[in-house]
């Protein structure tokens, strides 16, 4: 059963597949961060809705609009882990790009606080205190 966080989650991918990213926004805590990992050109900690709208602004310039299909959202109480195919195709440049990201995110008081992307599922589930075990299950 799905908590009101994983559903807000949901609800926040459809919005900003809409464009309607002000709805995300709203929806976050004023000093959100949002992390993109190493390997990503733009690489590092967004702060705020404005560090945070120009970090989407920068994917969006190269990437025209991104789309978001969540494959899988796992509950971990404060934080929901979203495995989703992230895809687009560059206006200007015809760059196409789909894959597969983990984002964990962190949320309080109903709204996000923080999300941390990975390409790495093991990765992000650690980040979300759901490691493995050694037999690879994990502790859902």
């Known amino acids: 059963m799905a908590?009101?966080?994983t559903d807000l989650i949901l609800e926040a991918y459809d919005a900003f597949n809409w464009g309607d990213w002000q709805w995300v926004l709203d929806n976050m805590h004023p000093e959100f961060e949002w992390v993109a990992p190493?390997?990503?050109?733009d690489a590092g900690i967004h702060r705020g809705h404005e560090g945070v709208r120009e970090y989407w602004d920068e994917w969006r310039e190269a990437l025209g609009e991104l789309r978001f299909q969540v494959?899988?959202?796992?509950?971990a109480g404060d934080q929901v882990v979203a495995v989703v195919r992230r895809s687009g195709v560059?206006?200007?440049?015809?760059?196409?790009i789909e894959e597969r990201v983990m984002q964990v995110?962190?949320?309080?008081?109903?709204?996000?606080?923080?999300?941390?992307?990975?390409?790495?599922?093991?990765?992000?589930?650690?980040?979300?205190?759901?490691?493995?075990d050694a037999k690879g299950r994990t502790n859902l």
């Open 38 to 41: 190493p390997e990503d050109p």
């Open 90 to 96: 560059g206006e200007t440049s015809g760059v196409e």
């Open 71 to 75: 494959e899988e959202l796992i509950d």
């Open 105 to 132: 995110f962190t949320l309080r008081d109903g709204k996000g606080t923080r999300c941390e992307e990975f390409y790495d599922r093991d990765r992000a589930l650690k980040a979300a205190g759901l490691a493995p």
């Open 3 to 5: 908590s009101d966080y």
